[in-house]
C-alpha cells in the first residue's frame, strides 16, 4: 500500500513548506466523510506525524496518511496544476468509482 | 472536471463546496466588442482569451437557419451574406423604445426590422423570428461565461458587468436582465471608467499624501465616448461627474478615412461589398498610421482592379480634428461639473482602443495639460477593472475599497402649476436616499398624485416621465396638514425606488421605477444643454407657475369662505370681495408672475376685514354658552 506525489507537486510542496518557515514538516493526505458524493480529499502541512501515521516520500517530500484513509487512497498520486487562472494539487486516485459535477467528492 | 486543491493549515481543511476563491469575473459588454477577466493565478487580472489567443469578442449575433446561433467572428463571417440575420451594434438598442429610436435622427439604418416589442421596448425582426436585444445581449454574455469557465475551471458564481456611465434606468436593467438570462449572477454594474480606473490601481495611488487625488478617464471605444472625473480620499473612489457621447467612437474615425479614399478616387458606391471593403481598408489604415507616418493602402475599384492610396498621419489628424474637439466640449462641461480644473487632476487615464491613434493622444494631453496614462491595453483596461471589482465584491480579498458612482441626471417630482421639484440632484454618489416632504393643496384631498421625472429643466413637459403612482388613503384634513413624506432611493446598480408615506397615518406606497424605455444618450445631451441654455427662461417660467399655483390657492380660500360665512357680508362688501377676485383671475391671464404676485397681495389686503369678521366669528362659536369668567 502506498501513494506517492509527481515531481512537479514535490517541487511546488517544498515551495510552500519553506515560504511557511517549516522545511521540515510532512504534508498529510487524507480523507474526509463529507460532500456530495460521499468522500473528499484532505492536504495538510503535518508538524506531527501520529501513531496510527503510515510514512512515505516522493522527491524528498515526507507523506504521511492516517491508516483508515490509507484505504481508499491506496495508489494515490498527488499532482499539482497550474494555468492561467487555476493552480493547485489534483488527487489522481485509481479506485474512484465516481464522483461529483464539481470533483470535490466521490465514492469509491 | 479535476478539483484542484490548496495545503491547508493542520485541521483547518475546509468542508466541500465552500472553499474559496469563488469564481467570479468582470465583463466589459461593448458596443463593438466584448470581454471577459479574472483574477489570475498570480493575482492579477487577465483577460481571458478563448481557444485561438484572441480576447475581444465582436459583439455580433448571428441567428442562422434551424435555430443555430454563432456569436462572435463566426458572426461577423455572415455580416455580408446574412445581413437581415446578423445583428451588430445591439447595446445602442438595450432598454430603449421604438419610437424613441426612430425620432432619434443619429439612429443609423438597420438591415433587420425594428418593432416595438412588450412594455414598449424595441424588438428585433428576423426572417424566421423575432428577439429582443435583452436576448440577444445574453447570447454574447453567454458565450463569454462559457469561455471563462472553461479557464477557471467551474460554474461562474457572479460577475461584474459595466454599463456606460450614461446608461439610464432601463438600460441598466435591461443589461441586468441580459445576465440572468445568460445565467450569471450579477455581484454589480459598474460605470465602464469608474472600472478603468481600478484597473490602473488609482484605488492604491501612493504618490500623493494621504492617497487622495483627481483622476480624468477620457474613453474613446470603437462608437461610444465617455469621460469620468473621479476624486479619490483616503482610498475611496467617488465620481464627482460624467459626461459622454454615444455616438462618437474610433467607427466614425474609419468613416472619415473610408469617405476620404471615395472622394480621393472621385467616386461613390452604395455597394455594401465596396463600402465594407474601403471601411475595412480605413480601419487596416488607421491602424497601421499608429506607428508610421504614411501609409499606402490597396482599395478595390468598381471594375475590380486594386488602386494603391496613400495616406499621411497629419491628413488623418486633420480628418478626425472635429471629432476630436466634440470630445474636448464634453470634457472641459464634466470638469465644470465636477469643479475641477486641469491643473488640479492628478493622473489622466486612457481607455478604448481609439485612444491608440496618435492625434487622441495629442489633443488629450493637450486638453489636460498632461500627459495621459497608457500603460495598459486600453481595449481591455475596463474588464480588467472589473476582474478587480468582482474579486473584492465576492470577498477573495480583503480592502476597504468603495465604489461610488452618480446620477447622470436629476431625479424629481411633479408639484402643483407642473413644476419640477428636484429630489436627488445630478451627480449624486450613489447608493443614495433622500425625502422631502410635501403637503395637500386643497381641504379633505385624500389622493396624491405621484410623479416621478428624471431632467435638469423646471417645468414638467421638459423633462422625462419615469413614473407615476397614487398615494391613497390621506385622512381628510385642510390643506397643508397633510404630511406627505416622500422618499428616493437609488440602489448601487443606479436603480431608483420611489415610496411615499402620509406621516399621520403611515400609509404608504411604493414603485420600484422600471421605465417602459430609456432616454437616448442624444436626449440626455440635449436636456443637459437646455438646461444651461433655457436657464433663465425656465426660471421666469418657474416663477409664474409658483405665482399662479398661490393665487389658485387663495382664490379657493376665497370661494370656501363665502360659501361658508358669506352672510358676513352686506351686498356692496360681497361685490368689493368678488371685484378684487376677479382682478386676480384676470391677471392669471397674463404671463407676467409680478403682476399676479400684486394682485395676489392686493386681494389680500382689500379682504383682510372679511377675515377678521371670520375670526371673530370663530371665537365667538368656541365662547358660545361659556361665562367670560372662565376665560380670564
Redesign the interface.
Same mark, same amino acid.
Given at each position: 500500500m502506498a501513494v506517492s506525489m509527481t515531481e512537479r507537486a514535490a517541487e511546488k510542496a517544498r515551495q510552500m513548506l519553506q515560504k511557511r518557515g517549516t522545511p521540515d514538516a510532512a504534508i498529510r493526505i487524507g480523507i474526509s466523510t463529507a460532500g456530495c458524493s460521499g468522500l473528499s480529499y484532505k492536504l495538510e502541512y503535518a508538524d506531527q506525524p501520529q501513531e496510527s501515521d503510515q510514512q512515505f516520500e516522493s522527491f524528498g517530500i515526507r507523506i504521511v496518511v492516517d491508516g483508515k484513509s490509507l484505504l481508499v487512497l491506496d495508489g494515490t498520486e498527488v499532482d499539482f496544476e497550474s494555468s492561467a487562472f487555476k493552480s493547485g494539487f489534483k488527487f489522481v486516485n485509481p479506485r474512484v468509482k465516481e464522483q461529483c459535477g464539481c470533483g470535490e467528492s466521490f465514492k469509491v | 472536471?479535476?478539483? $484542484? $486543491?490548496? +495545503? &491547508?493549515?493542520?485541521?483547518?481543511?475546509a &468542508?466541500?463546496?465552500s472553499?474559496r476563491p469563488q469564481r467570479v469575473v468582470g465583463i466589459d459588454l461593448g458596443t463593438t466588442f466584448s470581454l471577459v477577466a479574472? +483574477?489570475?493565478?498570480e493575482g492579477e487580472p $487577465?483577460c +481571458?482569451a478563448d481557444s485561438e489567443g484572441k480576447c475581444s469578442l465582436p459583439s455580433v449575433v448571428h441567428y442562422g437557419d434551424r435555430s443555430t446561433v454563432l456569436v462572435g467572428e463566426a458572426a461577423q463571417g455572415k455580416a455580408l451574406s446574412h445581413p437581415q440575420q446578423t445583428i451588430s451594434s445591439v447595446k445602442r438598442l438595450m432598454g430603449r423604445g421604438l419610437q424613441e429610436l426612430q425620432s432619434d435622427s443619429q439612429q443609423q439604418a438597420t438591415p433587420w426590422s425594428l418593432l416595438d416589442g412588450e412594455g414598449g421596448m424595441v424588438c428585433i425582426g428576423l426572417p424566421e423570428r423575432v428577439v429582443s436585444p435583452v436576448e440577444v445581449s445574453a447570447e454574447i454574455l453567454k458565450a463569454l461565461k462559457l469561455r471563462a469557465e472553461e &479557464? $477557471?475551471?467551474?460554474?461562474l458564481q457572479g460577475a461584474v458587468v459595466t454599463v456606460p456611465a450614461y446608461f439610464d434606468d432601463a438600460q441598466r436593467q435591461a443589461t441586468k436582465d441580459a445576465a440572468r438570462l445568460a445565467g450569471l449572477q450579477v455581484l454589480r454594474l459598474v460605470n465602464e471608467p469608474t472600472a478603468a480606473a481600478l484597473a490602473y490601481g488609482l484605488d492604491r495611488f501612493e504618490a500623493a499624501a494621504e492617497r487622495q487625488g483627481l483622476f480624468a478617464i477620457y474613453d474613446l471605444g470603437g462608437g461610444t465616448f465617455d469621460i469620468s472625473i473621479l476624486r479619490l480620499d483616503q482610498g475611496v473612489f467617488q465620481v464627482l461627474a460624467t459626461g459622454g457621447n454615444s455616438r462618437l467612437g474610433g467607427d466614425d474615425f474609419d468613416q472619415r478615412l473610408s469617405r476620404e479614399f471615395f472622394s480621393l478616387l472621385g467616386e461613390e458606391t452604395a455597394d455594401p461589398y465596396r463600402l465594407q471593403a474601403f471601411r475595412q481598408a480605413a480601419r487596416a489604415a488607421k491602424e497601421a498610421l499608429t506607428e508610421a507616418e504614411e501609409v499606402t493602402i490597396a482599395l478595390p475599384r468598381a471594375d475590380g482592379s486594386q488602386v494603391p492610396l496613400s495616406i499621411t498621419r497629419s491628413r488623418f489628424a486633420t480628418l478626425i480634428d472635429d471629432l476630436l474637439r466634440s470630445t474636448g466640449l464634453v470634457c472641459r462641461r464634466a470638469m465644470k461639473d465636477a469643479g475641477v480644473t486641469p491643473e488640479q487632476l492628478q493622473g489622466v487615464v486612457l481607455v478604448g482602443g481609439s485612444t491608440r491613434v496618435p492625434a487622441v493622444r495629442r489633443y488629450v494631453a493637450q486638453l489636460f495639460m498632461q500627459e495621459p496614462l497608457s500603460d495598459l491595453d486600453p481595449d481591455q483596461v475596463v474588464a480588467l477593472g472589473a476582474a478587480y471589482q468582482a474579486d473584492l465584491l465576492a470577498g477573495n480579498k480583503e480592502s476597504e475599497l468603495l465604489l461610488l458612482d452618480v446620477t447622470p441626471l436629476s431625479l424629481g417630482l411633479e408639484t402643483m402649476g407642473e413644476l419640477v421639484e428636484k429630489v436627488i440632484p445630478r451627480n449624486t454618489p450613489i447608493p443614495t436616499a433622500r425625502a422631502q416632504e410635501f403637503t395637500t393643496f386643497k381641504d379633505g384631498q385624500t389622493a396624491m398624485a405621484i410623479h416621478v421625472l428624471q431632467g435638469e429643466r423646471e417645468l414638467v413637459s421638459q423633462c422625462r416621465s419615469l413614473a407615476r403612482f397614487e398615494l391613497r388613503g390621506i385622512p381628510p384634513m385642510v390643506a397643508g396638514a397633510a404630511r406627505i413624506r416622500v422618499t428616493f432611493r437609488v440602489d448601487a446598480d443606479g436603480l431608483l425606488t420611489v415610496s411615499a408615506s402620509e406621516e399621520t397615518t403611515g400609509m404608504e406606497q411604493s414603485v420600484a421605477v422600471k421605465p417602459s424605455y430609456g432616454l437616448s444618450d442624444g436626449q440626455i445631451e440635449q436636456m443637459l444643454r437646455d438646461a444651461l441654455t433655457h436657464g433663465v427662461d425656465d426660471m421666469r417660467l418657474r416663477l409664474l407657475h409658483e405665482a399662479k399655483v398661490e393665487a389658485e390657492r387663495v382664490l379657493n380660500a376665497l370661494r370656501a369662505a363665502l360659501q361658508q360665512d358669506g352672510d358676513l357680508l352686506n351686498e356692496s362688501e360681497r361685490q368689493q370681495v368678488e371685484a378684487s377676485a376677479g382682478r386676480l383671475l384676470q391677471s392669471l391671464l397674463s404671463d407676467n408672475h409680478e403682476q399676479i404676485n400684486q394682485q395676489v397681495s392686493r386681494m389680500d389686503k382689500e379682504t383682510t376685514f372679511f377675515a377678521q369678521r371670520r375670526m371673530d366669528r370663530g371665537i365667538k362659536a368656541a365662547m358660545q354658552g361659556h361665562h367670560i369668567g372662565e376665560f380670564a
Open positions: - | 472536471m479535476d478539483f $484542484l $486543491l490548496d +495545503i &491547508a493549515e493542520p485541521g483547518q481543511s &468542508a466541500p463546496h472553499r479574472a +483574477i489570475s493565478s $487577465l +481571458i &479557464a $477557471l475551471g467551474g460554474p
